[in-house]
């Protein structure tokens, strides 16, 4: 109960390799900087089984929610767990659906937790060293 699993891996929506055209159109006008900031954000992080992730990759959104495997299994977002059928739902996955979800997450946690965060910041996380950056937005 509330304990990662192994086999649970950490899903970038926006791809760590961006190169479909997808999202090249909604991201390309950002800096780096800026980039960087909205794949590790927490708005764009979610919660997979290893197997699921490694297939999903870096396709474009469209293909991330609906995907279907070799043996014609459907294992897109929309056929998961509560947070991958929530993010399915989504038409678009822009930086502003990044950020509106980040707060959704973060709004969740305070109700959920019964504390107020002063600010609301940009949460990054490091996956190699299990660090988490924090920012202001």
Request: proline share 3%; hydrophobic share 30%.
């Amino acid at each position: 109960h509330g304990k990662r699993k192994k086999e649970d891996t950490i899903e970038h929506i926006y791809p760590q390799s961006p190169n479909d055209i997808y999202w090249k159109n909604r991201f390309g006008h950002l800096k780096p900087s800026e980039k960087r900031q909205y794949l590790n954000s927490l708005g764009n992080l979610l919660l997979l089984n290893r197997s699921k992730n490694s297939k999903l990759q870096n396709y474009d959104f469209d293909k991330k929610k609906c995907l279907l495997n070799k043996d014609g299994k459907e294992i897109g977002y929309y056929n998961g767990s509560y947070s991958e059928i929530e993010v399915s739902k989504h038409k678009e996955w822009t930086p502003d659906e990044i950020k509106k979800r980040g707060l959704l997450m973060l709004q969740f946690m305070e109700e959920r937790w019964k504390f107020s965060f002063d600010k609301y910041y940009l949460i990054i996380v490091n996956e190699r060293s299990n660090h988490f950056i924090v920012l202001s937005l």
